[in-house]
Nanobody, 114 residues
């Protein structure tokens, strides 16, 4: 059984930065995709970014150039560095892993407001 634990959410002013982490535990192989979705109040869940086992990193247009996804395969952890944050980035951010099936984290709140 795979478990994903997120951390790093919080409150930040516009233009600020946050770094989210998502650590996976359990019986995990080496070839998997990890990434992030987000869901703002009253909106559908939106894909943000992902990273493959060989380092391919697609991004949603809304975050391209501001967010950077990376991973540490030894720690089975994925990171999302979020810079130049905007109020519209406010959402609950969910980590996911695709390995045989899709696993989800519990979500972490990111609030961008002045």
């Amino acid at each position: 059984q795979v478990q994903l634990v997120e951390s790093g959410g919080g409150f930040v002013q516009p233009g600020g930065s946050l770094r989210l982490s998502c650590a996976a535990s359990g019986s995990i192989g080496s070839s998997y995709v990890m990434g992030w979705y987000r869901q703002a109040p009253g909106k559908q869940r939106e894909w943000v970014a992902s990273i493959t086992s060989d380092g391919i990193t697609p991004y949603a247009d809304s975050v391209k150039g501001r967010f950077t996804i990376s991973r540490d395969n030894v720690k089975s952890t994925v990171y999302l560095q979020m810079n130049s944050l905007k109020p519209e980035d406010t959402a609950v951010y969910y980590c996911y892993m695709i390995w045989g099936r899709t696993y989800w984290g519990q979500g972490t709140q990111v609030t961008v407001s002045s």
